[in-house]
């Protein structure tokens, strides 16, 4: 199963243990080195649908300074995908490197 960035990163996020939404962001754009800068609109979309796929779940809901707060972590099936999905990217990376070593410099001297 490819995912996509973000929700890659979501999950990544979330390898650690259960993480409720602000430090879902903090962890993304950390993990991504300040590249990819979720809003919550799309976060709590993106965790909708990996709820909706299994891969994550609610696991402790309260109230903090009366606001509610969702703790998300993956699942087993999370896990699992998480970890096709980086051997996926590896395999991916390595033969970049292996095609990037053989090509030719062209102009260069």
């Avoid at 909706?52 to 995908?81: P, Q």
């Amino acid at each position: 199963m490819a995912l996509r960035e973000q929700s890659y990163l979501i999950l990544l996020a979330l390898a650690d243990g259960p993480l409720h939404g602000y430090g879902v962001i903090k962890t993304v754009r950390d993990l991504s080195e300040e590249r990819v800068r979720l809003g919550a609109g799309t976060l709590y979309g993106a965790l909708d649908r990996l709820s909706g796929d299994g891969l994550v779940s609610v696991v402790k809901e309260e109230v903090v300074a009366g606001r509610h707060r969702r703790y998300y972590d993956l699942t087993g099936h999370g896990r699992t995908v998480l970890a096709e999905e980086t051997a996926r990217l590896s395999r991916l990376a390595a033969t970049a490197q292996h095609r990037l070593s053989l090509r030719p410099q062209w102009g260069t001297r």
